[in-house]
């Protein structure tokens, strides 16, 4: 549990993205030409993303800080709703070596601001700064969203190190419908050394449910995934905003999970929870009020 929070990180109950994470996102918003798109935009339009280089931009000006600030609120968890979680990350980013599979990690807003919030958290000593070795695996179907991650990443990895976050790190393109491209992602994420294997999967539910083949890729990514873990020390943790698609999805997940990994795991855990929240819009300078996180995660120590 955090005590006391940083008003760089929250302050009268809402939620803003880390400072150098803004100076960052800003920076590469000029870059791309897109930072006007990313001043009048209406929040209300629907962005899915995509594979060509304008949808890539159109989701990253659009949807790169509310996807950061799901994974931030989650790891502040300031309204205790994620109690356990909250004392998973601290433990697994507080030091040690961690392998990440960041899946689909699209331009990274969830594990870049995962990952600067703990960097903020060390900057005004409310978690020690003890030394943490990162090994990110980052796979996505868009080779352009595995650009601007590169970018990045680049750029904000100084900020990392100065407060003892060392990372390395790899991009892999990924089809999710594809067994093959599937078996080879956790061939080169097993190949990592750690002491801990962690699967962020964050905004994955349109894809899944929005695809025609969503039941392949469900499947997939149960089979294919997570009974290669078997006998490691693992989190996987599903992050979505809440929305009926991502309930439904949760819902088809779980029940594929106890009913196919009984088969491989000894003991498991699943926990479920979500919240709502503010946050603030550092681009459209303004306080959005309908933030929201459903959480699924399941551990094996």
Request: one cysteine or more; charged letters at 25%; hydrophobic letters at 35%.
């Amino acid at each position: 549990m955090i005590k006391n929070i940083p008003d760089t990180l929250y302050k009268k109950k809402v939620i803003y993205l880390p400072p150098q994470i803004i100076k960052t996102y800003k920076k590469k918003l000029i870059k791309y030409k897109i930072y006007s798109y990313a001043e009048k935009y209406d929040p209300k339009e629907k962005s899915l993303g995509g594979k060509d280089k304008k949808s890539t931009l159109q989701h990253f000006a659009r949807r790169f800080q509310n996807s950061g600030s799901r994974t931030e609120y989650l790891i502040l968890n300031p309204d205790k709703v994620f109690n356990s979680t909250q004392k998973d990350l601290l433990s697994t980013f507080g030091y040690g070596e961690v392998s990440i599979l960041d899946i689909p990690c699209g331009t990274g807003g969830g594990i870049f601001t995962l990952l600067s919030t703990i960097a903020e958290l060390k900057k005004n000593n409310v978690i020690d700064t003890l030394p943490l070795n990162l090994n990110i695996l980052a796979a996505d179907f868009s080779k352009d969203a595995l650009k601007v991650y590169d970018d990045f990443l680049k750029n904000i990895i100084p900020f990392f190190i100065k407060y003892g976050i060392n990372v390395l790190y790899k991009t892999k393109y990924w089809d999710a419908t594809d067994v093959l491209s599937t078996t080879k992602l956790m061939d080169q994420y097993l190949k990592l050394n750690c002491n801990e294997y962690y699967i962020l999967v964050n905004n994955f539910s349109s894809a899944v449910i929005g695809n025609s083949g969503n039941s392949e890729i469900l499947d997939n990514f149960i089979k294919c995934i997570l009974p290669r873990m078997n006998n490691k020390k693992f989190t996987f943790l599903w992050i979505e905003p809440i929305l009926k698609k991502s309930k439904k999805l949760f819902k088809r997940l779980i029940e594929k999970i106890n009913k196919f990994l009984k088969y491989f795991f000894k003991y498991d855990k699943i926990e479920i929870n979500e919240a709502e929240y503010s946050w603030y819009d550092a681009i459209q300078k303004h306080i959005v009020k309908k933030g929201s996180i459903r959480l699924n995660k399941y551990s094996r120590q």
